[in-house]
């Protein structure tokens, strides 16, 4: 049975160069975002922008909660693969990173679709399930910190409708979750996420070695 391949600079170019359908919003908002600091790193990868509007067109989303939002490149991705009516709730702690990524969603036509939330993202999914109750969502991202991932999850399963899809990024979390000498929160925040999705009978998943490793579940129940 074949391993999983290695991917080399030269294979990843070669993935970009067959598959990344990009365009100069795109370009020029990642380029800004590489120039901050830590930009590079915290920025999801173009093709996983790429991914992440494909899955939101395969579950049929109108209705989108982005937890994390840093300078918006993966909120614009998932905007644009929404219905013209559809709409986009994200959420960070600060406005700082989201205002640079603002004029982005503007020159792109998003912006009517784009709710943003500044503050504690726990405290803000409380409050939208009070506002509109339990499943009101099709699918949901967490990208955000990695120590609170857990109750993150556990929010997002009630607030996704049956059906619906749950994306979590950084489920690799640049390989430390394998190694048994790194205890931050951080990595355990992940480790603990990604044992309890392994036994969560409630969905159904997959975890990909797509980037720093991206897991989905679907909500069964």
């Not at 709730?89 to 009517?112: K, L, Q």
Request: charged residues 25%; proline residues 4%.
């Amino acid at each position: 049975m074949a391993d999983q391949i290695a991917v080399t600079a030269q294979l990843t170019e070669y993935i970009r160069d067959v598959s990344l359908r990009d365009d100069e919003i795109l370009r020029e908002l990642r380029a800004e975002t590489a120039d901050l600091p830590g930009g590079t790193a915290m920025q999801v990868l173009a093709e996983e922008g790429q991914f992440l509007g494909l899955l939101a067109g395969l579950v049929n989303a109108r209705s989108i909660l982005e937890i994390g939002t840093f300078t918006g490149y993966s909120t614009l991705c998932l905007a644009r693969a929404l219905p013209a009516d559809g709409r986009l709730v994200t959420c960070d702690i600060t406005d700082r990173w989201p205002a640079i990524g603002a004029p982005y969603w503007e020159r792109a036509g998003v912006s009517p679709r784009i709710d943003l939330r500044v503050g504690d993202a726990g405290t803000t999914l409380r409050e939208l399930l009070a506002e509109e109750g339990p499943g009101g969502f099709d699918l949901v991202f967490i990208d955000a910190d990695k120590s609170n991932y857990p109750r993150y999850y556990e929010l997002s399963l009630t607030l996704v409708r049956r059906g619906g899809l749950i994306v979590v990024d950084n489920t690799l979390f640049f390989g430390r979750v394998a190694d048994p000498a790194a205890q931050d929160a951080d990595t355990e925040g992940v480790r603990e996420l990604n044992a309890r999705l392994r036994s969560d009978e409630r969905v159904e998943i997959s975890m990909l070695t797509v980037a720093d490793g991206i897991t989905l579940a679907r909500r069964l129940a």
